[in-house]
């Protein structure tokens, strides 16, 4: 498949390490937003162990330095409740690891190998992946440890996953954040074979279906787990 090449913006993020986390007061309020979605002053501070004021008072600060804004929404009686959540900038705080070498590097693949060589680049690391990947799954129970043991592994690549059961016997897994995202939005090959990684790792038992894209303009990347056959 044929590559595009986007235009990145290219401010560099705060944090070096692909495992960022927080080391103050404002950036654990960015990291709670960034890990869970839209949340008023109240909800961040009781999350974060404080008072809905204080909370309110980094978020203002923040919102002063364009890293985060406010929009309402009625809740029923009584005045809107205001929410927060991150801006593009706030969003670029977090590593994107490489992002205008990789996208670069990519484009002069593509140009001077062919499409079909960056094909091949692209189905190695999936292979290298999945090796990877079952080693670490090698003494994993069912599904549900699984799905916990991927997680797991994707966090420690700086995706920021958790996961959940759904409620109907299967699991969604969660990527907050994607620290490929630049190489994975100018080929979106990288996308198609993250899928197919946790497919072949997840076993045959296992259907899985991508709910939520972050390259599509989600807030995160989410899989829905189910048992074969449901």
């Not at 960015?30 to 974060?48: I, Q, V």
């Not at 008072?51 to 809107?80: C, F, I, K, M």
């Not at 692209?122 to 129970?141: L, N, P």
Request: with cysteine; proline share 4%.
């Amino acid at each position: 498949m044929s590559s595009s090449k986007p235009v990145i913006e290219n401010s560099p993020p705060l944090p070096e390490a692909a495992t960022w986390s927080p080391r103050n007061a404002a950036e654990r309020v960015l990291f709670h937003l960034k890990m869970h979605g839209d949340k008023t002053a109240g909800e961040l501070g009781r999350a974060l162990g404080t008072s809905g004021e204080a909370a309110r008072q980094q978020l203002v600060r923040l919102s002063e330095d364009g890293l985060v804004e406010s929009w309402s929404q009625s809740r029923g009686v009584g005045r809107p409740s205001q929410f927060w959540r991150l801006t593009a900038a706030g969003q670029s705080r977090f590593p994107d690891t490489h992002a205008a070498l990789t996208v670069e590097l990519l484009g002069i693949v593509g140009d001077t190998l062919g499409a079909e060589v960056l094909s091949r680049i692209i189905d190695a690391r999936e292979e290298r992946t999945k090796s990877v990947y079952h080693a670490a799954m090698s003494d994993a129970g069912g599904l549900g440890e699984r799905v916990a043991r991927l997680a797991d592994l994707r966090s420690a690549e700086g995706y920021m996953a958790d996961w959940e059961p759904d409620g109907e016997g299967g699991y969604v897994l969660y990527e907050n954040h994607c620290p490929i995202c630049a190489a994975a939005t100018a080929c979106q090959n990288f996308c198609r074979a993250e899928l197919a990684v946790f497919r072949d790792v997840l076993g045959p038992g296992a259907k899985v279906e991508r709910t939520d894209h972050i390259v599509m303009g989600a807030r995160r990347c989410a899989y829905r787990i189910s048992r074969a056959g449901d």
